[in-house]
T-cell receptor, first 114, second 114 residues
């Protein structure tokens, strides 16, 4: 069975600092990996995804993530945090045999201090 | 493309009452998913449709829950005899059918059972 673990339920950074949100997955087949962002009382918005090919993927709003199979990780980074990045971030996985069903991590709340 | 629309946005109901939520997916999306999200947690899969066929239901979906997608267009999620534990955000998402694409989520329906 697939699973996703996000390390750290809360991360706080200063504006302009590096953002690093950690995600580890478990899957017996090649995974598809996603990062979503959720603002208060809203649905989830896709930031980026990895399916096959290049392991470093770039997404919207300056975010990127690197798929590391040896570490079973898919950490999300952004070089310089902006106040508008404050939100809840979810890592999720799927695979070709899951019917498109996503397995989500518990989420990481990102706070950005001025 | 007006996105995924969910109605109502908020629903407060008394325990034991029935409630129904509606989801209108993006018109060309053949897959439609329902997820439930409780406070501080990631979304949990409930069920999904490909066109009008309901292909998978989670064990979370008790007999009190039923979902339909007549004619493969909009979908409804009904909860009968609501319980306080049903209080959550119910999220609908749609996609074009393959697991690697990622979803478009609606803004959700927040259910409060009092």
């Amino acid at each position: 069975a697939q699973s996703v673990t996000q390390l750290g339920s809360h991360v706080s950074v200063s504006e302009g600092a590096l953002v690093l949100l950690r995600c580890n997955y478990s899957s017996s087949v090649p995974p598809y990996l996603f990062w979503y962002v959720q603002y208060p009382n809203q649905g989830l918005q896709l930031l980026l995804k990895y399916t096959t090919g290049a392991t470093l993927v770039k997404g919207i709003n300056g975010f990127e993530a690197e798929f590391k199979k040896s570490e079973t990780s898919f950490h999300l980074t952004k070089p310089s945090a902006h106040m508008s990045d404050a939100a809840e971030y979810f890592c999720a996985s799927s695979s070709y045999n899951q019917g498109g069903k996503l397995i989500f991590g518990q989420g990481t709340e990102l706070s950005v201090k001025p | 493309d007006t996105g995924v629309s969910q109605n109502p946005r908020h629903k407060i109901t008394k325990r034991g009452q029935n409630v129904t939520f509606r989801c209108d997916p993006i018109s060309e999306h053949n897959r439609l998913y329902w997820y439930r999200q409780t406070l501080g947690q990631g979304p949990e899969f409930l069920t999904y449709f490909q066109n009008e066929a309901q292909l998978e239901k989670s064990r979370l979906l008790s007999d009190r829950f039923s979902a339909e997608r007549p004619k493969g267009s909009f979908s409804t999620l009904e909860i009968q005899r609501t319980e306080q534990g049903d209080s959550a955000m119910y999220l609908c998402a749609s996609s074009v059918g393959t697991a690697d694409v990622g979803y478009t989520f609606g803004s959700g329906t927040r259910l409060t059972v009092v």
